[in-house]
C-alpha cells in the first residue's frame, strides 16, 4: 500500500478544476509518500505541481499515443504500451467516469484504475470535496486537512520578487494585496469599477499596496476591464507562467477576486483570500479553509442556474455585493481580526 511503486495520476479538466481537487491530490500524496508520480493532462495547468511535492513527472494527454486508449480495438504501439504497464496504480480525476479510459488502461496492463469525480454532485448538494473525501474514504485513504496545498518552489519565489522589484510602480515599504477582477465567465466578475474603488480606498489608508493582476482573458475582455485598469495608477501583473504567478501571490499578504481559477489558486496557498460569488453557488464551488472570506448576496434568484446565469441582464446578485461590504473583508484581515 506505501510501496515506492510509479503512480499515474490522469486528470481531465481546467485550472479550477486541478485547483479544487488539490486537497485530493494532497491526501494522495501523503498516502503514497514514497511513491513517485507520474502526471497527465494540461501541462501547463500541471506545471503548478510539476516537482513542487506532487509530481516528479507531467506529459500531455493530447499527445497523439494516448488516443489509443480511446479506441477499444486498435492495437497500441509496444513501446507506449510498456511505459503504460510500468505504473503501480492509476488515479483519473474526470467530470464523468471515463469507462473506455479505464478499459483501456486495463488492457494495457495496470492492475489499479480508479476514478475521482472532479465535479460536485450539484443534484445531491454536495461539494466537490465532501463528495473526493467519500471517494477516497471507500479507497482506504484518510483525508489529510491542510490550509496550504500549493508549494512554490524556491525558483518560482525568486524569480517573483525579482518580477516584483523591477516593478516601479510598488513601493516595497508595503504590504502587497493582489487583485484579479476577471474569471473565465464575465456573467460571474463584480463591475471592475469597484474592484477599482476598493483599490482606490486600500491606497489612500496606506496600510496595504494593491497590485492588479492581468491575464489574456481581461486584455481580450469586450468590458474593456484591462484598459480600464490601466489607466490607474496602479501596479498591473500581467502574463506571467503558473508557477510564477503562485510566486507572485506567496509574495502578498492577500488576495480580492470573483469565482475564479486564480482566486482558487490564492485560497490554496494559504494567504488571506477574498471572494465575491453572484450567480455560482459558492457552498458548491467555493474553496474552503480558514484564510478564505467568500462573499455571496442574499436575495432569492441566486445561486441560479448556468442557463439563467448566462440570459440575467441585470445580475443583481453581484451588484447587490458593496465596496463597503468588500473593504471590511480586507480591513478584518489588514487589523489582525479573524473571519
Given at each position: 500500500m506505501h510501496n515506492s511503486a510509479p503512480i499515474l495520476i490522469i486528470h481531465q479538466g481546467a485550472l479550477g478544476d486541478l485547483i479544487l481537487s488539490l486537497p485530493a491530490l494532497y491526501s494522495l500524496r501523503l498516502f503514497y509518500g514514497q511513491a513517485p508520480w507520474t502526471m497527465a493532462g494540461n501541462v501547463e495547468t500541471l506545471s503548478l505541481l510539476h516537482r513542487r511535492f506532487y509530481a516528479q513527472e507531467i506529459v500531455s494527454i493530447h499527445q497523439k499515443e494516448w488516443a489509443y486508449l480511446f479506441?477499444?480495438?486498435?492495437?497500441?504501439?509496444?513501446?507506449?504500451?510498456?511505459?503504460?504497464?510500468?505504473?503501480?496504480?492509476?488515479?483519473?480525476?474526470?467530470?464523468?467516469?471515463?469507462?473506455?479510459?479505464?478499459?483501456g488502461l486495463f488492457r494495457l496492463g495496470l492492475l489499479s484504475v480508479s476514478w475521482i469525480p472532479s465535479l460536485p454532485d450539484v443534484r445531491g448538494n454536495l461539494s466537490l470535496q465532501s463528495r473526493q473525501q467519500k471517494t477516497l474514504a471507500q479507497m482506504g485513504i484518510p483525508w489529510a486537512e491542510s490550509e496550504k496545498t500549493i508549494f512554490p518552489a524556491l525558483e518560482d519565489l525568486r524569480k517573483a520578487r525579482e518580477y516584483l522589484s523591477l516593478n516601479?510602480?510598488?513601493?516595497?515599504?508595503?504590504?502587497?494585496?493582489?487583485?484579479?477582477?476577471?474569471?473565465?465567465?464575465?456573467?460571474?466578475n463584480w463591475p471592475v469599477g469597484r474592484f477599482i474603488e476598493v483599490a482606490q480606498e486600500l491606497q489612500s489608508q496606506k496600510q496595504v499596496q494593491p497590485i492588479f493582476l492581468i491575464g489574456?482573458?481581461?486584455?481580450?475582455?469586450?468590458?474593456?476591464?484591462?484598459?480600464?485598469?490601466?489607466?490607474?495608477?496602479?501596479?498591473?501583473?500581467?502574463?506571467?507562467?503558473?508557477?510564477?504567478?503562485?510566486?507572485?501571490?506567496s509574495h502578498c499578504s492577500g488576495y480580492l477576486g470573483n469565482d475564479s481559477?486564480?482566486?482558487?489558486?490564492?485560497?490554496?496557498?494559504?494567504?488571506?483570500?477574498?471572494?465575491?460569488?453572484?450567480?455560482?453557488?459558492?457552498?458548491?464551488?467555493?474553496?474552503e479553509g480558514k484564510t478564505v472570506r467568500i462573499l455571496s448576496p442574499s436575495i432569492l434568484c441566486a445561486p441560479c442556474s448556468r442557463e439563467i446565469m448566462q440570459l440575467c441582464p441585470q445580475k443583481e446578485c453581484l451588484l447587490s455585493l458593496t465596496v463597503e461590504q468588500v473593504l471590511g473583508a480586507i480591513g478584518s484581515k489588514i487589523n489582525g481580526h479573524s473571519w
Open positions: 479506441q477499444e480495438e486498435t492495437s497500441v504501439p509496444d513501446q507506449f504500451r510498456r511505459y503504460l504497464s510500468s505504473f503501480q496504480k492509476a488515479f483519473i480525476f474526470s467530470v464523468r467516469k471515463p469507462q473506455i479510459l479505464i478499459q516601479p510602480r510598488i513601493e516595497e515599504k508595503l504590504p502587497l494585496w493582489a487583485i484579479h477582477p476577471g474569471s473565465g465567465s464575465s456573467h460571474k489574456p482573458v481581461e486584455q481580450e475582455s469586450p468590458q474593456g476591464i484591462a484598459k480600464t485598469i490601466e489607466a490607474r495608477d496602479f501596479p498591473v501583473i500581467r502574463d506571467l507562467s503558473l508557477p510564477i504567478l503562485a510566486g507572485v501571490l481559477g486564480i482566486s482558487h489558486l490564492a485560497a490554496a496557498l494559504g494567504i488571506a483570500t477574498v471572494i465575491l460569488f453572484g450567480p455560482s453557488d459558492p457552498s458548491l464551488w467555493g474553496p
